[in-house]
T-cell receptor, first 112, second 110 residues
Framework: DGGITQSPKYLFRKEGQNVTLSCEQN?????MYWYRQDPGQGLRLIYY???????QKGDIAEGYSVSREKKESFPLTVTSAQKNPTAFYLC???????????FGQGTRLTVV | DAKTTQPNSMESNEEEPVHLPCNHS???????IHWYRQLPSQGPEYVIH???SNVNNRMASLAIAEDRKSSTLILHRATLRDAAVYYC???????????FGAGTRLAVHP
């Protein structure tokens, strides 16, 4: 089935460790996005990418890094520089035109 | 980025219509108005979008003001499954940022 997949659903890490969250889509979408959501809050944009090998910072990029080596994949690395990494992370993708975005089911990261 | 204003919360009874308003007075001419909703502990899902004319689909209707500075998402008969946070987002396509505001939390009572 076509869709966007995030893995794992739950992730635990020790403070000071980098961790990479996976996002894969088989919808042939050009654009991909990463968001962070804290409890009771809306989604905040971390990074987005419109084409392979290109990406832009969103509103809260500090402490995060991404890559877009393949159209289907847009992994997010939460680095040790991120002061408060515990959150719900969501990935999305869409075509270049003005159509709907599709979201993954999210990864809940807990850093202890 | 266009700013949006939505009520923090709204309530409805099951099987009654719900009108969810959104103000987007700084919307650009190329922005469509997108609506998404997010159920608890899930990723957002697309509801509907439109540019100028009113739009209907199986989930909802979207009424857009003539000056495009506001819109209303209409759920014709609310169900318990419609309880979610609803986001209104001006968006001009995949080469631009998709920015979420705080949204409206809709509660549906049996």
């Amino acid at each position: 089935d076509g869709g966007i997949t995030q893995s794992p659903k739950y992730l635990f890490r020790k403070e000071g460790q980098n961790v990479t969250l996976s996002c894969e889509q088989n919808l042939n979408h050009d654009a991909m996005y990463w968001y962070r959501q804290d409890p009771g809050q809306g989604l905040r944009l971390i990074y987005y990418s419109q084409i392979v090998n290109d990406f832009q910072k969103g509103d809260i990029a500090e402490g995060y890094s991404v890559s877009r080596e393949k159209k289907e994949s847009f992994p997010l690395t939460v680095t040790s520089a991120q002061k408060n990494p515990t959150a719900f992370y969501l990935c999305a993708s869409s075509w270049a035109g003005n159509t709907e975005a599709f979201f993954g089911q999210g990864t809940r990261l807990t850093v202890v | 980025d266009a700013k949006t204003t939505q009520p923090n919360s709204m309530e409805s009874n099951e099987e009654e219509p719900v009108h969810l308003p959104c103000n987007h007075s700084t919307i650009s001419g190329t922005d469509y108005i997108h609506w998404y909703r997010q159920l608890p502990s899930q990723g957002p899902e697309y509801v509907i979008h439109g540019l100028t004319s009113n739009v209907n689909n199986r989930m909802a209707s979207l009424a857009i003001a003539e000056d495009r500075k506001s819109s209303t998402l209409i759920l014709h008969r609310a169900t318990l499954r419609d309880a979610a946070v609803y986001y209104c987002i001006p968006f001009s396509g995949g080469y631009n940022k998709l920015i979420f505001g705080a949204g409206t939390r809709l509660a549906v009572h049996p």
